[in-house]
């Protein structure tokens, strides 16, 4: 009986329904994730076994290159969402532009640290020499996309924290349509070959992040308005 008047209770409905629509765009989005994952994965399987566990340890080293960006976004929408439901317009906008710089800044060193340093930290793995080989340019290819994935990662953060998250799930529909077909287009239309895994990801990004900006840019100069 209990669990029957929580269940009707009208604030707990408002609640969850609240919750609900911020959760579903989330769960699509995840779900874009994975098909690029998958695809990924599939397109490297192509080239050879070798190259696919190339992609793998690039991947992983993608990943701990964006873990500050990661952290970044927490932050971001912490902070946005707090300052978004207050009456603090100014603070706001300068708030989501100091979050869009520092991202940036961010993003930055990490393409610096990627391009530069990727065939080193390579090499100091212990992997088979071939992987190494074909795991490095890949990986380098990736850092140049390091700065758009902050980007993406700290306006989708924005956005989430504007009540706008249907704005970012649009923008990663688009990134994902465009990452998975320039995926075929550039591994087996161009000299690229699997490379075009990694040029496809770059690519995509960039395209996300700058439809993100384009929704995110009238908060940095208009607040709430």
Known sequence: MKLIKIINDKKIKEIVLESWSVSWPMTIIMFFEFLIGITDVYIAG?????VQAAYGLAFQLYFVFIIAGMALTVGTASVLSRLFTSDRKSEFSLAVSTSIITAIIAGLI?????????????????????VRELAAPLLMIYSL????????????????????????LFAMTVACILNIALNFIFAFGTPLGYKGIGAATVISLFAGSAINFNFSRRFITKGFN
């Open 46 to 50: 192509k080239f050879g076994k070798e």
């Open 145 to 168: 996309g390091f700065i758009f994935d902050y980007a993406l990662m700290n306006t989708n953060a924005v956005l989430r924290a504007c009540d706008m998250i249907k704005k970012s």
């Open 110 to 130: 990490a393409t610096f640290l990627g391009i530069f340093f990727s065939k080193s930290i390579i090499h100091h793995l212990r992997t088979p020499q071939v």
